[in-house]
């Protein structure tokens, strides 16, 4: 079974702090995403990659940015986290375009 | 913009009734993919579909695509607790994927 792994399962992270978050998946899957999810906007796509080094932003990528230098790796960045990017992230990979997602058991980021 | 709609928002089924829910889209899709969120839990790929009418069963799920590839429904048969959570539909169109808001779905013993 593919395993896409997330470092934190909660994570409490103050106001203008940088956080980290971090994702391995140990299929050689090619794509990789972020999304978060919050009650009543569902899923929402912050990047997005298809490669080593390759990303692209999603729906929502403002105050975020990734890093993918290794295949198995996708990091997520707040640069300077706020309250209102208090969330559930959920990681997923994918080994193409026309696969589903395996998603990763996601961190829910408290900002205070 | 594109837009993936899912209807019911939520429904509460006595055990052993039969559930559907339905995604709808504002544009064509090249496939549709349904996840299944339990609660806490983090959403896991049932199924894809990709051709025109297609139908495929997963014991009591039953999921179809639409003949014109834009709706897409999945019906459970005699609902189970273990059906309990959120359903989603992820549709792909022009390279653009989306998820709809999800069906969340209760079952009473």
């Known amino acids: 079974d593919v395993k896409v792994t997330q470092s934190s399962r909660y994570l409490v992270k103050r106001t203008g702090e940088k956080v980290f978050l971090e994702c391995v998946q140990d299929m050689d899957h090619e794509n990789m995403f972020w999304y978060r999810q919050d009650p009543g906007l569902g899923l929402r796509l912050i990047y997005f990659?298809?490669?080593?080094?390759?990303?692209e932003k999603g729906d929502i990528p403002e105050g975020y940015s990734v890093s993918r230098e290794k295949k198995e790796r996708f990091s997520l960045i707040l640069e300077s986290a706020s309250t209102n990017q208090t969330s559930m992230y959920l990681c997923?990979?994918?080994?193409?375009?026309?696969?589903?997602?395996?998603f990763g058991s996601g961190t829910r980021l408290t900002v205070v | 913009g594109q837009q993936v709609m899912q209807i019911p928002q939520y429904q509460h089924v006595q055990e052993g009734e039969d559930f559907t829910t339905y995604c709808n889209s504002s544009?064509?899709?090249?496939?549709i993919q349904w996840y299944k969120q339990r609660p806490g839990g983090h959403p896991v790929f049932l199924i894809q579909l990709v051709k025109s009418g297609e139908v495929k069963k997963q014991k009591r799920l039953t999921f179809q695509f639409g003949e014109a590839k834009k709706n897409s429904s999945l019906h459970i048969t005699a609902t189970q607790t273990t059906d309990v959570g959120t359903y989603f539909c992820?549709?792909?169109?022009?390279?653009?994927?989306?998820f709809g808001p999800g069906t969340s779905l209760s079952v009473i013993p």
């Open positions: 997923a990979s994918s080994l193409n375009q026309g696969r589903g997602y395996t």
């Open positions: 544009t064509t899709l090249s496939n």
């Open positions: 992820r549709g792909t169109s022009y390279d653009k994927v989306i």
């Open positions: 990659s298809y490669d080593v080094k390759m990303k």
